[in-house]
């Protein structure tokens, strides 16, 4: 009982003390403050004079002065530098008797107005973004910013109604011309504005969207009718006051609508006063624009129109053009009688109010450190691209178009029009589909029109677009004569501007109306290099497209045109995008610098792929070792993410395991149909018996491999022997500790050779295979030994014999089966066997320096030495990749069989393949996939983070290809760890790959708060 007394007394003394309002208490400060100042002192508090972080000491000096002489209210701040910004704010700080109000117009970030800070998409780009939401969270880290470098109030957000094309001044400073959109995305922006404590300052009431002068050079004129003006350019300044906006910016505008006299609303009591906060019942902050416009300052001399600006409702006047004028005029109005004293007093009151809520709550001098770093937070940066990637609008795709399909069929060019140089656009194509790139600088495009001729679907970067009226938007009749040639391809037309620019292509009326030959038309806003890449990402599904057109181009786009499409392929994106932190992955660079300092490998990359997005895609070291003792000749190269490797036994599932469940689902093959039946030469044989079940399970009986190359040394011709345990005179090269090879020796006769022979033919440089070894090599394969038992163990002749059924049913060899109905269909053009022949030597990686058998170093070349000796193409091993195109496989997987909007193979037969084997005891292994191992006594192939669900495989030149189904999870590790030989085991031994998997679980932990979209395709098994 004494208890629950204790607890009454304590909520009973709880509400005795609750805590203060926070107006309140701003209320009474300002009260208390304004009982001491001077008529002068608030006078001075209702200036924001302009300054400069650009400009010498001097400048900043004369700028101190008029703050102590006057007691200047606060400073608006205009270009420089964050770092001279903060130390010039905390100076002028320390010499105001009164905190001053730090403002500035940072509409899209302030990186607008200064150097190396961030700035967000324009606010036409955002009125294309569908969820509101991200405006909130832009606001708020557009607040950060501000607070950061000391300032308290963004004079944003522009909520004009932007219904005239012409507008010289607003155009992509407006979310649109939507009414409803712009309130309800400039309420979202104010909003996160204030969850961090920064004033916003709605404009430009009472609209500037439907004019056609810039008030910075002239009074323009809104001459629109009441209702039409009540009816849309007043309508989100309505809105907002309602949801208690707290500041607004008068514009410098005649609007005759509301008042007839010729003056501009600054100066207007019937605007301000009457309409604004009479009619509308604004109670909050009024805000003149900058006075020394044009637009004001052509209809009054310096300091008469501060005073008719404050006799007209005006708060606080921002940027007088003469500060001594203004303040001696008004000063003289306030003696004669014009302006009273208790207007002044309430002015000064609500700039104190405002203060206090904004300025006093924080340390009046802002920290100097780190500041490019906290202004450019990676967190921050990651909303950016979220904004820019969910602004892509597709204005017309004609039958589906896009994303694109079926990329086997396609010969794709891409242009970047009106440019001498290739952009990212044309760079993030390439990651997607062989595309040919071209640029068009010059006179009219005839010669590329020739050079498109052999491409049936072309990709045209508009680099010409602009969003200045003044040059018709970047109209370019050279583009429209592109255009109009190209009638008999598929186009797809990329704009990076406003879309205004688009109009004169669509309304064109002659021979050359491109609006039909246009197959899609992609509208990104903005010509920087994030927005470009996510345009590009869109034409092949990387992302979902989502975008609706803020403004209308005519009858045929208006505004809120935007087809939507889906995410069907791979996308990138920044870590934080899907909830993953980056300094987590971080941690990977350390293990893999660590790996090449302790010569564990080369070089190597590593890429992660979250919920169908690549964010982590590094390379590390180079090709090969810089001054190694046995190649000191060999130069050594920078490793490139678009570097080619020999990924050895991936081989398994990269080619033959995705070949094999394709004739599963088209039912030509039966798992556990005795081999025999597909290879009648394996009747009455060890094998006819022998199912694909059991040699993709790694459980058929079948020896790991056969070492043919150690049996054709003809051992007895050689001095000495070929191993010994330890190094002598002649074995001189390491396989291991207690193993050391002679690499003096010929071959035997009739096998392999050094030299060129009769009957031999040439297998790579110097060196060559007699004609009929290959049979010889089948046959010791088909002869081998199976055992009884048939006990897991892994093996490659298993996979070899895989291979042969499947060329025998599909009639093709390995390779052009792949290459037909996998790769060419993904956009894996950088995957393929025999890469010395195929693929692009320069950007091959030399797997190995092989100084014992080959003599050579082997590049593009297999390393696998069955695989090769077979003729390079293996189901065991022989397929080169890069890491790219691996993770188009791996997600292939992931998403169950379908990528790209196409269907592979069927969600049943990639469960049968990616399950657990469950039927054979001790065995961890799925089908032709390797799987986590959870029995503590074995060796487990990958981290213990990874998910039962998981699967993948290794390659012995040091790869690790996984993903895991549970976690949306891709990882991608490649190396050529045997370069210079294959004996040495450092990159094993040190859990190279494990730990990096291990760092990426770490790093992807909760991903709950993850903005990107999901992939529908993307499930757990």
């Known amino acids: 009982m004494s208890n629950f007394l204790l607890v009454l007394a304590i909520v009973a003394a709880s509400l005795l003390h609750e805590p203060e309002d926070p107006h309140r208490l701003a209320i009474e400060w300002s009260e208390a403050k ?136 607003i155009g992509m400073r407006s979310f649109g011309e939507n009414k409803e959109k712009v309130y309800r995305k400039g309420l979202m922006y104010a909003r996160g504005l204030m969850s961090e404590n920064v004033l916003p300052v709605a404009k430009h009431f009472p609209g500037h969207g439907n004019t056609y002068e810039d008030s910075h050079k002239l009074l323009p004129i809104l001459n629109q009718s009441y209702e039409e003006l009540n009816a849309v350019e007043l309508y989100p300044f309505r809105k907002l006051i309602k949801a208690d906006i707290p500041a607004i910016m008068i514009a410098h505008l005649h609007v005759p609508a509301l008042d007839s006299a010729n003056i501009p609303a600054t100066l207007s009591p019937r605007v301000i006063n009457y309409w604004l906060k009479n009619q509308l019942n604004f109670k909050g902050i009024v805000f003149t624009d900058a006075m020394n416009m044009r637009g004001v300052t052509g209809t009054a001399p310096p300091g008469e129109v501060e005073v008719k600006a404050l006799m007209a409702g005006a708060d606080v006047l921002i940027v007088p053009e003469d500060v001594d004028k203004a303040i001696k005029t008004i000063k003289q109005a306030i003696d004669s009688g014009l302006i009273s004293e208790t207007d002044i007093n309430e002015k000064c009151k609500k700039i104190l109010i405002t203060k206090y809520e904004y300025v006093l709550p924080h340390p009046l001098r802002v920290r100097t450190d780190s ?162 890449q996510y345009a590009a990402q869109a034409i092949f599904g990387g992302i979902a497209v989502t975008g609706k057109l803020p403004v209308s181009i005519n009858t045929n786009y208006c505004a809120g045109t935007g087809i939507s499409t889906p995410k069907t392929r791979l996308g990138y994106a920044l870590p934080e995008m899907c909830g993953v932190r980056s300094k987590e992955l971080e941690k990977i660079d350390a293990i893999c610098k660590s790996a090449i300092d302790m010569k564990a490998t080369p070089g190597c990359q590593v890429l992660v792929a979250k919920d169908n997005y690549i964010i982590y895609n590094k390379t590390f070291g180079q090709n090969t070792y810089t ?84 049996h054709f040394i003809d051992k007895k011709a050689m001095t000495g022997k070929f191993l010994t345990t330890a190094p002598t005179q002649q074995n ?224 012995f030149t040091g790869s690790l290809v996984w993903c895991d189904p549970k976690n949306n999870l891709i990882y991608i590790f490649l190396s050529n760890r045997t370069y210079p030989n294959e004996y040495d085991t450092k990159l094993l031994n040190m859990n190279i790959r494990t730990n990096i998997q291990s760092v990426i679980y770490k790093a992807v932990g909760e991903t709950a708060n993850s903005v990107m979209d999901l992939s529908n395709h993307v499930s757990s098994y």
């Open 34 to 169: 304004l009982q001491t100042m001077t008529l002068d002192e608030k006078v001075g508090q209702l200036l924001m004079i302009a300054a400069y972080s650009n400009r010498n000491r001097k400048y900043e000096e004369s700028v101190r002065k008029l703050v102590q002489k006057y007691n200047i209210g606060g400073i608006v701040f205009f270009q420089g530098d964050p770092d001279k910004q903060v130390k010039f704010t905390n100076e002028l700080q320390k010499a105001a008797k009164y905190p001053l109000l730090i403002g500035l117009d940072a509409e899209h970030g302030v990186g607008w107005r200064l150097e190396s800070a961030m700035e967000f998409p324009q606010m036409l780009t955002n009125g294309a973004i569908v969820d509101d939401s991200l405006l909130f969270r832009m606001g708020a880290a557009i607040a950060r910013h501000c607070k950061t470098i000391g300032v308290h109030i963004n004079f944003a957000p522009d909520v004009d109604i932007n219904t005239n094309a012409v507008n010289p001044v």
């Open 371 to 532: 500041l490019r770093a906290r202004l450019n937070r990676v967190e921050d940066i990651a909303l950016k691209n979220e904004l820019y990637k969910q602004a892509v609008t597709l204005l017309k795709n004609t039958d589906n178009f896009l994303p694109l399909k079926r990329l086997d069929t396609l010969r794709i060019a891409s242009v970047n029009f009106s440019a001498d140089t290739f952009n990212t656009f044309q760079l993030m194509l390439s990651q997607y589909a062989e595309v040919a790139h071209f640029v068009s600088k010059d006179d009219y495009p005839d010669d590329l029109i020739a050079n498109l001729a052999r491409y049936n679907c072309v990709i045209i970067y508009n680099s010409a677009a602009s969003n200045r009226i003044s040059t018709q938007f970047g109209y370019s009749h050279r583009l429209n004569y592109l255009l109009g040639h190209l009638r008999d391809k598929r186009v797809i037309l990329c704009h990076p501007a406003i879309p205004y620019g688009l109009s004169s292509y669509l309304n064109e009326i002659s021979n050359h109306n491109v609006d039909a030959v246009m197959d899609a038309i992609i509208v990104n806003y903005e010509k920087i290099s994030i927005s470009s």
């Open 627 to 710: 001054k190694n003792k046995a190649t000191p000749n060999l130069p050594s190269v920078d490793n490139r993410v678009d570097k080619i490797y020999d990924i050895a036994s991936v081989t398994k599932i990269a080619a033959t395991t995705p070949a094999i469940m394709k004739l599963l689902d088209e039912g030509k093959i039966n798992l556990d149909a005795p081999i025999s039946t597909y290879l009648p030469s394996l009747t009455n044989t060890n094998k006819q018996n022998l199912t694909l079940r059991e040699m993709l399970a790694h459980q058929a009986g079948l020896k790991n491999y056969i070492p043919f190359l150690y």
């Open 732 to 955: 001189t090269v390491k396989f291991s500790d207690k193993q050391y090879a002679n690499p003096i020796f010929q071959f035997r006769e009739a096998t392999l050779s050094y030299v060129p022979k009769s009957d031999f033919e040439q297998i790579m440089p110097q060196l060559y295979m007699h004609k009929d070894l290959k049979r010889e090599l089948v046959t010791k394969i088909l002869e081998s030994e199976v055992s009884d038992r048939k006990e897991y163990l892994y093996s490659d002749i298993g996979f070899i014999l895989i291979q042969w059924v499947l060329e025998q049913i599909s009639g093709e060899s390995l390779d052009t089966y792949c290459r037909k109905n996998i790769y060419n269909r993904l956009g894996a053009n950088n995957t393929d066997f025999l890469a010395y022949q195929r693929l692009n030597k320069d950007l091959i990686v030399p797997s190995s320096n092989d100084m014992v058998y080959r003599k050579s170093e082997i590049k593009g070349y297999v390393h696998d030495p069955t695989a090769f000796l077979l003729g390079g193409v293996g189901g065991n091993a022989g397929l080169f990749s890069t890491a790219g195109d691996l993770a188009k496989i791996m997600a292939l997987f992931m998403n169950r069989g379908v990528y790209g909007d196409e269907s592979y193979f069927s969600d049943t037969t990639l469960t049968i393949f990616a399950r657990n084997t469950c039927g054979y005891n001790g065995n961890r292994r799925g089908l032709g996939f390797d799987k986590p191992e959870f029995d503590s006594t074995k060796i487990n192939p990958v981290c213990p983070e990874a998910s039962a669900e998981s699967f993948g495989h290794s390659g």
